[in-house]
């Protein structure tokens, strides 16, 4: 089946750790984004990448990492310098980055610091 | 002034019932809208995107209204399975193609 997967779905972290969310798609997408979802808002854009070897900040970037290495990977890495990062974390993808595209969501993971 | 604004709700409706959503947004330039539809814990789905001329899909309909800024859902006949969040995403340009999401509408459908 054509999706997205991430993993792993639910995830603790000690604080001072970093980790790393894995996010894979096998639509052909060249757009794939991270958001966060905290409880009561929105999606916050964390990272955005428009085709592979490329990517660019988003709103809440502070604290997170990524790569885009492969055309369908876009792993993110919350680092120890988010202050806050219990949340659920959701790994996006568009067909391209021009306007007007359905953007499909991955199950998404539950981040936990403990 | 938020980007994109929705009544949070909840809104709690009988079966059978009709009910409708409006979303607001800022950009007069924004281009494209959607809304998705999100269950308790899970990721957002597409319900429907949104045409200028306004849109059915069985027994959602959604319409825009550029001039006034806002885009609504009509569910009717509303079932047990509607009871979800919905919510309105606006495709932002004027030099980025940002996806900005409304915090949701939440729908309880009640037997």
């Known amino acids: 089946d054509g999706g997205i997967t991430q993993s792993p779905k639910y995830l603790f972290r000690k604080e001072g750790q970093n980790v790393t969310l894995s996010c894979e798609q096998n639509l052909n997408h060249d757009a794939m984004y991270w958001y966060r979802q905290d409880p009561g808002q929105g999606l916050r854009l964390i990272y955005y990448s428009q085709i592979v070897n490329d990517f660019q900040k988003g709103d809440i970037a502070e604290g997170y990492s990524v790569s885009r290495e492969k055309k369908e990977s876009f792993p993110l890495t919350v680092t120890s310098a988010q202050k806050n990062p219990t949340a659920f974390y959701l790994c996006a993808s568009s067909i391209s980055w021009t306007g007007g595209n359905t953007i499909y969501f991955g199950e998404g993971s539950w981040l936990t610091v403990v | 002034r938020k980007e994109v604004e929705q009544d949070p709700g909840p809104f709690n409706v009988p079966e059978g019932a009709t009910v409708a959503f409006n979303c607001t947004y800022s950009n007069s330039a924004s281009q494209s809208f959607f809304w998705y539809r999100q269950d308790c814990r899970k990721e957002p789905k597409l319900l429907m995107s949104?045409?200028?001329s306004g849109n059915e899909d069985g027994r959602f309909t959604a319409q825009l209204n550029r001039a006034s800024q806002y885009i609504s859902l009509l569910i009717r006949d509303s079932k047990l399975s509607d009871s979800a969040t919905y919510l309105c995403v606006v495709n932002k340009v004027a030099g980025t193609y940002k996806y900005i999401f409304g915090t949701g509408t939440r729908l309880k459908v009640l037997a």
């Open positions: 949104v045409y200028s």
